[in-house]
Structures are given as structure tokens and as C-alpha cells.
């Protein structure tokens, strides 16, 4: 079965300094990950996905198939990053496209 | 997102009501999804439709049912209500997509409180 697993629930950082959320996986096939967010009063919305290799408002997230990882980083963290994070895992075969979030991580970045 | 509709917003009903919870859109996509977010827990999967003839359980269906009534609309049922099913509850669409590239979108999410 496939999970994915983020161990941070609530991650706190001051605004300037670099940020890691992390996310661990464990999928049997070839893995489609992603990173959701949500704002405060906003929706559920992707921020990126790893087979673009893209940055988004600063964010990269790189997979490490030997760790199963896809932790999300940004070197100078912004207060307007704080929101809700979730990674999430594709499903394949028959039911490709149904995601597996994580548990979340709230990102408090302070001023 | 607009495209994304959900109703109530919010719903305080007592255990052992019915309650429908409904979700419409406008984005033309043929993929459905329902979820609960409870602390702690993340955004579990409760049932999914990949067409309006395809249903399917998620991880977290006991207690659950849906009806997909048309491309558009998919409504998530309740059968009779308890305390642990006081969640926030979001309804997503998407398309197929390319390999790496299906999204999901959301909708404004329904706070359902079971007293």
C-alpha cells in the first residue's frame, strides 16, 4: 500500500531564514509527487509538482528515489509562506491519478 | 476556485440525521473526489469517481455513500450522522491529465459538526 508520511505537524521558522518540510514516501512503482498548499481563507491548491523540476514562489522540491523523499525547501523564507503543506503521492494502474496526502505541516514563519 | 462549488458551507446536525453534502463544476472534468480533513490526519480519501459510471471507495468509505449524478455533480451522503464524523470535507475535481500532471481542484471545503 502506498503512504505517504510528513513528520512535522507544526514547523516554525523567522522570516529570512531556510525552510524544509519534509515528506517521505513509500509507493512499489514509479512515483508521481506533488505539493500542495493552503493558505489561510483560501483553497487546497497545488504548488508543485516533481516531474516539472519547477520553483514556485521560491519553493523546489527534488525526489530522492534511494530515500523516498520529496521535502520541500526555500532558502529565505517569506511570513506570507505560512500555510498548511501537503504532499501527496499518485497512484498508478487502474486508479492512476488518485493522490495519498500526508498528515500536513503547518509553516509558522514569524517576522 | 469558482469552478468548484460546494453546500452547505457549513452544517451542525445530531447524531443519527441524514445530511447530504453536495459539490457541482463547472471546470468540465470527469474526475470527482471526496475527502475529510481532520487535524493530525491529513486529507483522507472517502470516495471517488472517475466517471459518472465509475464509483469507488477511498480509504475511509465506511459510513459513506455517494451519488454522481452527472459529470457535474457528486454528493456525499451520511446515512446516519455520529460525533466522529465532525470534520471539514472537500470535494475536488480533475482531468486525466499527462503522466506527472494531474491536479486536483478544490473546492471551498463544508465544516460538518455531528453533536
Known amino acids: 500500500a502506498q503512504r505517504v508520511t510528513q513528520p512535522e505537524k507544526l514547523l516554525s521558522v523567522f522570516k529570512g531564514a531556510p525552510v524544509e518540510l519534509k515528506c517521505n514516501y513509500s509507493?512499489?512503482?514509479?512515483?508521481?509527487l506533488f505539493w500542495y498548499v493552503q493558505y489561510s481563507r483560501q483553497r487546497l491548491q497545488l504548488l508543485l509538482r516533481?516531474?516539472s523540476r519547477e520553483s514556485i514562489k521560491g519553493f523546489t522540491a527534488d525526489l530522492n528515489k534511494g530515500e523516498t523523499s520529496f521535502h520541500l525547501k526555500k532558502p529565505f523564507a517569506q511570513e506570507e509562506d505560512s500555510a498548511m503543506y501537503y504532499c501527496?503521492?499518485?497512484?498508478?494502474?487502474?486508479?492512476?491519478?488518485?493522490?495519498?496526502f500526508g498528515q500536513g505541516t503547518i509553516l509558522t514563519v514569524h517576522p | 476556485d469558482a469552478d468548484v462549488t460546494q453546500t452547505p458551507r457549513n452544517r451542525i446536525t445530531k447524531t443519527g440525521k441524514r445530511i447530504m453534502l453536495e459539490c457541482s463544476q463547472t471546470?468540465?472534468?470527469?474526475?470527482m473526489y471526496w475527502y475529510r480533513q481532520d487535524p493530525g490526519l491529513g486529507l483522507r480519501l472517502i470516495y471517488y469517481s472517475f466517471d459518472v459510471k465509475d464509483i469507488n471507495k477511498g480509504e475511509i468509505s465506511d459510513g459513506y455513500s455517494v451519488s454522481r449524478q452527472a459529470q457535474a455533480k457528486f454528493s456525499l451522503s451520511l446515512e446516519s450522522a455520529i460525533p466522529n464524523q465532525t470534520a471539514l470535507y472537500f470535494c475536488?475535481?480533475?482531468?486525466?491529465?499527462?503522466?506527472?500532471?494531474?491536479?486536483?481542484?478544490f473546492g471551498p471545503g463544508t465544516r460538518l459538526t455531528v453533536l
Open positions: 471546470k468540465g472534468h470527469d474526475r
Open positions: 501527496a503521492l499518485s497512484s498508478g494502474g487502474t486508479s492512476y491519478g488518485k493522490l495519498t
Open positions: 475536488a475535481t480533475s482531468d486525466l491529465g499527462g503522466l506527472g500532471y494531474n491536479e486536483q481542484f
Open positions: 509507493y512499489s512503482g514509479s512515483p508521481e
Open positions: 516533481h516531474i
